[in-house]
Structure formats: structure tokens, C-alpha cells
């Protein structure tokens, strides 16, 4: 028997609950369907209603009326494409044939054919005669005067490159030496007692 005055024992700890693996996936899965699957497939199904109603509205204003103004139109003109059936046959077999023959004929002897015998007979013997010598010698021309002015440009540059070597060059070197170096220190020297004078000044 126990002692009723006996404290009593304390109850065994339980074990942790483990969800079971179906309920781990399912959840993730309830998840990326709610916030991932149902908006894409909803604008889906918005874009199709759309493509349908583009469609339809294309189809029953567009092309059906179009089509049918042509079907009238074709209707309407049948009889008169029957009544110039015959007269356009008659105007290509009697009247365009033999014209197309006749302008053929003009173009290959009266216009081809003498075109060919004056270039064969006057103008390629002419161009193989006269001006063939002639390009010849034009050639020799511009070659004989591009040395003509060659030589007559390098004899007027030697007096130029004499005058410069022993007039123009020492003249500029002794007005560097003379002039222009004596006006650079003097203006060196007046700018360095104005900064002097301008600093001083300041204090």
C-alpha cells in the first residue's frame, strides 16, 4: 500500500509532437499555389478573354464586312468584266500582238542593228586609231610637265631656302638675342616689384 502522506510523483515528461511529412508538404505547397499559381493563371485567362474579345471584334468589324463589300463588288462588276471580256480578247489578238511584233521588229533593224554596225565600223576602229594615240600622248604631256614643275618648284626653293638659312634665321636669332630676351627680363622684373609692392601693400 502506498503512504497517503507520500508527496506525489511527478508525471513522465511527453514526447514532442512531429507533424507528419505530408503536412510539411502540403502547406509549402498550399503557399506557392495561393501566391504564385492563381494570380499567373488569372492573368491567363484574363489575357485569352482578352485575345478572344480582339479577336471577334477584328473578325465581325473588319474582316466579314470587308469581305463581303468585295463579294458585292465582284457581284456588281461581274457583268461588266463579261461585256469587256470580249472586246479586251479582240483589242490583245488584233490590235497589242502585232503592235508588240511591229515595235520588235523596229527596235532590232532600225535601231539595234545600225546602233551596232556604226559602234563595230566607225567608232571602235576610230577610238583604236585617234584616240588611243591621243590618250597616249596627253599621258606623256601631264608626265613631261608634273617633272616640268617639279624641277622649276625645287630651283625657285633654292634661293628661298638660301635667303632663309643666311637672311631670315640669323636676323631672328639676333632680335631673340637683342630684342625679345631683354623685353622678357624687364617685364619679368616689373611684374615681380609689382607683386612685391601689392603684397607689402596688403599687410
Known amino acids: 500500500m502506498t503512504d497517503p502522506s507520500a508527496p506525489p510523483e ?16 502540403r502547406w509549402p505547397a498550399r503557399v506557392v499555389a495561393v501566391l ?28 466579314r464586312p470587308w469581305v463581303a463589300f468585295w463579294r458585292w463588288v465582284g457581284r456588281l462588276l461581274r457583268p461588266f468584266g463579261r461585256l469587256l471580256a470580249v ?5 490583245l489578238a488584233y490590235v497589242a ?27 571602235a576602229p576610230f577610238g583604236r586609231g585617234i584616240l588611243a594615240p591621243l590618250g597616249r600622248a596627253l599621258r606623256w604631256a601631264w608626265q613631261v610637265a608634273g617633272v616640268a614643275l617639279q624641277a622649276v618648284g625645287g630651283a625657285l626653293a633654292v634661293p628661298f631656302r638660301w635667303a632663309h638659312r643666311t637672311l631670315v634665321a640669323p636676323a631672328l636669332r639676333w632680335a631673340g638675342r637683342t630684342v625679345v630676351a631683354p623685353v622678357r627680363r ?15 601693400s596688403a599687410r
Open 36 to 63: 504564385v499559381v492563381l494570380p499567373v493563371r488569372a492573368l491567363w485567362d484574363g489575357f485569352g478573354a482578352a485575345a478572344g474579345l480582339v479577336e471577334r471584334f477584328w473578325d465581325g468589324v473588319v474582316v
Open 186 to 200: 624687364a617685364w619679368r622684373e616689373v611684374r615681380t616689384q609689382v607683386r612685391r609692392a601689392l603684397g607689402r
Open 10 to 25: 511527478a508525471p513522465e515528461p511527453l514526447e514532442p509532437l512531429e507533424p507528419p511529412a505530408h503536412v510539411l508538404v
Open 97 to 123: 500582238r502585232p503592235a508588240g511584233r511591229v515595235l520588235d521588229w523596229c527596235w532590232q533593224y532600225l535601231v539595234l542593228t545600225p546602233t551596232l554596225w556604226l559602234w563595230r565600223v566607225l567608232v
Open 87 to 91: 472586246p479586251l480578247r479582240w483589242f
